[in-house]
């Protein structure tokens, strides 16, 4: 079910038909995007989506359809009818319901979307709807076990902008005792039988974002962080459609769960063939007891759809990471180009050099300087001075106002690196306060990068690193804060308790306190690079930094699997040294700047290192970026798919424009390249194709855009563009820009 062909109308009335009207929703509609689809079907709809999910009276609600809208009057209903299903010896009797929350009480023999016990028993509660509310655009089901010990709501809605859908959970123990829960999934969704390949997104430090292609024939495919943070092995999200589905084509669904700690993303395929997919939280043994009237509230599933590939994901997840996740009412503001000190001079902060690199990065057009590792007391390396956020007297005798005042003079904003939850051994904060450690304490502790993780869930230790951000942003008027995070959490205890869930609600917490005390503060999500990079995080920050490799190449992959979740203005994307010290390889700086124009730019080299030449590439590069940010932080992302070439596309929102990264990695296997079709825009507008950038020149850009044709959306999606051969490691960047009107 759930997809393509979906049968008629008149089978979604046979479904009302089978089972009896849930009480209290029979026969009813809503409207605006939630309504009743037939008495015991109800639907959301909105942005060309379409959700129907069947309500069984005295059962567990299902989700029948999810996808493209159908035309209502041709509609082919729901393939998918549980109810239907046959079922045979020796399988229990009736359907296996795939509903939000699959239980074996009801026969289901798969992947359970609840597990818990109350002192070893209350091990299967039977859950049934109670209760419907229907808002504007969304649904939630309350149910109740039937022993009234247990009530779990499930939450859907549907984005009337997006068409994106999102679903919790929450259980609340009504009972008189504890329950001890292991398992409580989002939810539960069911895919097409006929589904096959699964993405998902494997990584380390330096290296995130690695697809991985797997087939799902059999069985369960699951993926876990247990690491307390988002991690860089296993990205909370995963893609799952038909055969060989890749940029361009293929059914594709994207689910992804908006959580920074531990959690476990499953895709099982049923005895049945039918498939279930399921995420969420991963709760240590003991970690979640729910007390009388206590509740758990599962992170949140963000589901996305696609009949055109993964530019179809792209296009829905960012119209909604823009209006609904990141903060801030609408659109971020002109993301500043910035200057980040980490690659340039690490923890060397000698004042000479920060001035000189203030100057430079000010000359080439950057516009925030951004102070990262190294500024605190005793901080010469990474083995001493986390936790100590204090400004290192010895480096900085005045303190950091000189830096800031130069900083500001020169016209840019002042930004400094934090990494909150962290101490090293060797540090005045832990040596006083032995006991702040997250862990059992009664055990060696495991270290991670010389350091130790604070145990957020006590209050002195919030109380503290909330007075030193606060008095160290008013007092540096600092605008934004980079949060790092370079450690995992494999221990993480408190109290003598599991606290990997406690700790990750902290550091939300943290940084909503922060924002909250230092209205306008602009914070980047960072953690060994990208191991915090979901949306729970990306709430409360502007930024996401999705690797700290710079090397333009390898960036490449990167960014085409971050973009599928995330959209450009959010993607950190910075103008790296000439040896990229992750890879060892050494690129030219024009390549390095192609990279990042399509991301939130900066640069993160040595600038003293740099000809007067290359300084005018990166001036060059900058001033594209400053010259197109505002269209281009609105506008639509596309991957083409090539064997040889890695090419993204931007599309304006008013298909007035488009900007084109073409970068080739090796030697290419045909002279000169085959033409290259550009497909998305407007087929009757014409446009004139010009190279803006381009590295084989010794300066960029040169003496400006070189035309090279003009043709309508149509010719360039059916012929496209000659490009001029290209050596390895190098690219242009193509502009496409309406000119006369209309053909
Ligand atoms: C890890 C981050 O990913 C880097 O960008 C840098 O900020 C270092 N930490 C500093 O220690």
Redesign the pocket.
């Known amino acids: 079910m759930l997809h393509r062909g979906h049968k008629g109308r008149s089978q979604m009335a046979d479904l009302t038909r089978t089972s009896e009207a849930v009480a209290g929703c029979a026969g009813s509609s809503a409207s605006g995007s939630a309504g009743s689809a037939s008495a015991n079907v109800l639907s959301l709809e909105a942005a060309d989506t379409t959700v129907l999910l069947a309500c069984p009276a005295g059962g567990l609600p299902e989700i029948v359809y999810w996808g493209p809208a159908p035309a209502h009057e041709s509609a082919d209903a729901p393939e998918h009818d549980a109810s239907r299903r046959l079922s045979f010896w020796p399988q229990c009797d009736g359907p296996e319901r795939l509903s939000l929350s699959p239980s074996p009480a009801y026969g289901f023999s798969g992947y359970p979307g609840i597990e818990l016990h109350s002192d070893g028993r209350h091990t299967l509660p039977r859950f049934a709807i109670v209760a419907i509310r229907r808002g504007q655009e969304s649904l939630a089901f309350e149910l109740a076990a039937d022993d009234a010990r247990l009530t779990l709501t499930i939450e859907t809605r549907l984005h009337p902008a997006s068409g994106v859908l999102t679903i919790v959970s929450e259980l609340i123990n009504r009972s008189d005792s504890c329950y001890s829960l292991q398992w409580l999934t989002a939810a539960a969704l069911p895919l097409p039988a006929e589904y096959r390949d699964v993405l998902t997104f494997r990584g380390r ?1 330096g290296r995130e974002f690695q697809p991985a292609r797997q087939t799902l024939n059999d069985g369960l495919l699951m993926k876990e962080s247990r690491v307390g943070r988002t991690s860089h092995h296993s990205f909370p999200g995963l893609l799952i459609g038909s055969p060989a589905f890749d940029d361009e084509q293929g059914s594709v669904r994207a689910l992804h769960l908006g959580w920074s700690g531990n959690h476990r993303l499953l895709v099982e395929r049923l005895r049945d063939d039918r498939i279930q997919v399921q995420l969420g939280e991963l709760l240590l043994p003991g970690e979640v007891r729910l007390q009388p009237e206590e509740r758990y509230r599962s992170p949140t599933l963000f589901a996305a759809w696609s009949e055109t590939g993964l530019n179809g994901i792209r296009r829905q997840l960012h119209r909604y990471a823009r209006a609904d996740v990141i903060p801030g009412p609408g659109r971020l503001r002109q993301r500043p180009v910035h200057f ?1 000190t ?1 690659d340039a001079v690490r923890f060397d902060h000698d004042s000479q050099a920060l001035d000189t690199l203030v100057g430079l990065a000010a000359d080439i057009g950057v516009e925030r300087f951004v102070l ?3 500024w605190f007391r005793g901080r010469d390396d ?1 083995r001493a001075g986390l936790g100590d956020w204090y400004v290192c007297e010895r480096k900085y005798p005045d303190g950091l106002r000189w830096l800031v005042d130069r900083v500001h003079l020169a016209g840019m904003e002042f930004g400094l ?1 934090f ?1 909150p939850e962290m101490v090293n051994e060797d540090s005045d904060i832990l040596r006083a306060h032995p006991d702040w450690r997250l862990g059992d304490l009664r055990q060696p502790l495991p270290r991670g990068r010389n350091q130790y993780a604070l145990d957020l869930d006590r209050a002195d230790v919030r109380e503290y690193l909330l007075e030193r951000l606060i008095s160290l942003v008013r007092q540096y008027d600092i605008a934004y804060l ?1 949060w ?1 995070m ?1 450690r995992d959490l494999i221990h993480p205890v408190s109290d003598g308790r599991p606290a990997a869930r406690r700790q990750t609600m902290r550091v939300y917490e943290l940084i909503d306190e922060l924002r909250r005390s230092c209205p306008g503060i602009e914070v980047e999500a ?4 990208g191991a915090r990079a979901d949306y729970a995080m990306l709430k409360r920050t502007e930024r996401i ?1 999705p690797s ?1 490799c710079h090397d333009p190449l390898e960036r490449q992959t990167i960014q085409r699997s971050f973009s599928l979740f995330f959209p450009p203005e959010v993607m950190g994307a910075h103008i790296g040294p000439r040896r990229c010290s992750v890879t060892g390889r050494s690129y030219s700086p024009s390549l390095s700047a192609l990279g990042t124009l399509f991301g939130h730019m900066g640069v ?1 080299a040595d600038l003293r290192d740099f000809s007067a030449t290359e300084l005018e590439t990166l001036a060059a590069a900058i001033g594209i970026y400053r010259d197109n940010r505002d269209w281009l932080h609105c506008a639509e992302t596309v991957w083409l798919p090539h064997d040889e070439l890695s090419i993204c596309m931007m599309l304006a929102a008013a298909g007035d424009q488009a900007l084109v990264s073409v970068i080739h990695g090796s030697a290419s296997r045909n002279w000169p390249p085959s033409a290259l079709a550009l497909p998305g825009l407007p087929a009757a507008t014409r446009y004139q194709v010009s190279i803006l950038f381009d590295t084989q020149n010794a300066a960029g850009t040169a003496a400006g855009a070189e035309s090279m044709q003009t043709a309508t959306g149509r010719e360039l999606a059916d012929r496209g563009v000659t490009l001029p051969p290209l050596g390895p490691a190098s690219g242009v960047l193509l502009q496409a820009l309406a000119v006369g009107g209309r053909k």
């Open positions: 430090w980040n980490w990262d590792d190294g990474d690196w990494e980079k790092d370079n960072c953690a060994s690079g930094w700290d993160e």
